[in-house]
């Protein structure tokens, strides 16, 4: 079974600032807002949340099935 990591570092593709937050593991996460620039994230086309788009490491439900297994996909 893999081990499943639950914080990613999101980097605002605004101003690049980046924090490291906990991933929730029972949704998807369609907005963050970037404490610096205040800019709100949004996943891009194909993408489940923002985790996925921005992060270090995609949300877990994609770490454990694959592209396709998060909410949308």
Known sequence: MTTVILE??????ECSHT????MPTD????F?????????LKPKPGD???????GSVP???????GKGGC???
């Open 8 to 13: 990613s570092t999101l980097t605002c593709p």
């Open 19 to 22: 924090k490291t937050e906990t």
């Open 27 to 30: 949704a998807c996460q369609w």
């Open 32 to 40: 963050y807002k970037c404490e610096q620039c205040h800019a709100v």
């Open 48 to 54: 489940c949340c923002v985790y996925c788009s921005y």
């Open 59 to 65: 949300c877990p439900p994609i770490q454990q099935r």
């Open 71 to 73: 909410c949308n996909g």
